[in-house]
Each structure stands twice: as C-alpha cells, then as structure tokens.
C-alpha cells in the first residue's frame, strides 16, 4: 500500500499524458483519412438537340477532386419518365433491386411517384480501370422522347468498396411544355 501512495502523483501524470497522447493520435487519424478519402464530382448536363424535343444529348462528367487514385468505380446511370401531370417529384431514384416493388407496379416505393416507364440502371464506362486524382472523365449519350415527359436522369458512382457511393440527379423538362 505505501508504494501506490509514493507513485501516485507519477501514475496520474503517466495516464495523462496517455490521454493527451490519445487524443492527438484520434485527431491526426481524423486528420489523414480525410486527406485520403476519395471526393468525387459528378455532373449532368442534359440539352435537347432539335425544335421538336425528342432527342435530348446528355454529357455526364466525373471529375476526382481528392488526392487519391479511385479504383474499379461502377458508373451507373438510369433514366426514368414521369407524366407530366405529377404536382412534385422527388430526386431519389432506385439503383438496386432490393428497392423496386415487383414487376406489376410502376411506382417508386419511397416516394409512390408513377413511371411511365422504368429503365434498370445501366453501367457505363465498364473499362475504366481507375479514376485519377484530378482527372475528368466526361460521356454523352443521346436519349429519345418523342412524348411530353419529366426525364429523371440519375448518375451514381461506386467505388470499389460497395459502401462508398456518389449520386447525383437531373431532372429534365421540354421547353415547349411551359
């Protein structure tokens, strides 16, 4: 017992300075993996091409604004209809299976909004390998609508851990609509 009385004051310091180094550990920890984590940019731009609105040329862009290298992203894109008599819509889009209802129904679960037609995501960009720090990588694709529709479009990138994801959606409307 007298020895815990002569070396307290010296194991208070001892855990102390365990705490204090502890907690500059944590912060430079948070400090790193921020540095690392990979950012990406992702951007739509959708432009109808003729007078009568049919085709609508849409340029996708994804730009690795972190310091890293991304590897195997999935680039999926999905491109959904609406009629035009919707009062609201919202931006969330179904991109995996377990969040579709069943085959009879054209409605979105979250949101119970009408498709006039769904479109499973599709993946783009297969043969990327890896997404540069810094680089850009843009796609157009065209898109025919030949009626009077809200176009959905949705662009969602997965990196090589499924958990990591970057979404962005656009929604599109014909000028002569208004």
């Known amino acids: 017992m007298c020895f815990f009385n002569e070396y307290a004051n010296l194991f208070a310091v001892v855990r102390d300075m365990f705490t204090v180094l502890a907690i500059i550990g944590a912060a430079y920890g948070v400090f790193i993996h921020q540095k690392l984590m990979a950012r990406i940019n992702l951007r739509i731009k959708p432009e109808w091409l ?3 609105e049919e085709h609508l040329k849409i340029r996708l862009e994804l730009e690795n604004i972190s310091k890293v290298r991304v590897r195997k992203p ?9 009629k035009k008599s919707l009062h609201y819509l919202s ?3 179904p991109f995996d299976e377990d969040q579709k209802n069943n085959e009879n129904d054209t409605r979105l679960p979250e949101t119970k909004e009408r498709l ?3 479109t499973e995501p599709e993946q783009i960009c ?3 390998q890896y997404l540069e720090s810094k680089s850009i990588i843009a796609v157009e694709r ?3 609508h030949p009626e009077d529709v809200v176009v959905h479009i949705a662009l969602q990138v997965r990196g090589k851990r499924k958990k990591i994801r970057w979404t962005t959606t656009y929604i599109v409307t014909k000028k002569s609509s208004f």
Not at 74 to 82: K, N
């Open 116 to 118: 006039d037609k769904f």
């Open 126 to 128: 297969k043969s990327t």
């Open 50 to 52: 003729d007078q009568e």
């Open 142 to 144: 065209m898109s025919y």
């Open 91 to 93: 931006e969330w889009v």
């Open 74 to 82: 999935t680039i999926l894109l999905q491109i959904l209809e609406y």
